[in-house]
Every structure is written in C-alpha cells, then in structure tokens.
C-alpha cells in the first residue's frame, strides 16, 4: 500500500483487516496461483536470455493480457510503470436484458 490508500487503512484498522483478508483469500484462489507462475516463469525466461534483470525496474508484459500465454511473440519488456498504468483487455459481460416480443 502506497500513499493515499496507505493513511486511509492505518486510521481505519477494520478497512485495513478486511482488505487483509480479501487479499489473502483472492491469492490463494487456484486461477491466481496459476496466472502468477505463468507470470514468475515469464519473467525468468527473459531474464536467462538476458532481455531483463532483477532490479531493473522492466516488466514483462503480455501483449494480448492473457498471463497464461508465454509465446515469444506475445511477450515484451516495459517500464514498470508504464505497463502497471497500461488499461487492461476487460471480460465482456452478458446483458440481462429481455427481449421485447412482438404482438
């Protein structure tokens, strides 16, 4: 937690102890722990082959967001920031709307 968020949750120690435990619970979720060692082993593929090293302040991105498709194509290197500001591909959700008949 980093500036604004980081004040709010030391004044609020309930929002603080919350977000705690939603945290843990989303990362210990099975497509979590996937995604993230898809990400971990993306990151040191590239850094055995040189293209980045620890410290360096360069993200591996995933062209398409997929964090599970590892392809030399997909793959490049960004700045950290540039690539954590990057919008993200969203799901589709389905509409709940129901079709009007016809008289």
Do not use: C, F, T, W
Request: proline share 3%.
């Amino acid at each position: 937690m980093a500036g604004k968020s980081k004040k709010y949750y030391d004044k609020n120690p309930k929002a603080k102890a919350r977000k705690k435990k939603y945290d843990k619970e989303y990362q210990s979720r099975k497509r979590q722990k996937l995604n993230r060692a898809s990400r971990n082993a993306a990151r040191n593929k590239a850094e055995k082959e040189g293209r980045v090293s620890k410290g360096d302040g360069k993200d591996i991105d995933h062209k398409n967001g997929d964090p599970r498709d590892n392809r030399k194509s997909n793959l490049r290197v960004m700045d950290r920031s540039k690539n954590r500001a990057k919008d993200r591909p969203r799901k589709k959700k389905k509409s709940k709307k129901k079709s009007k008949k016809k008289s």
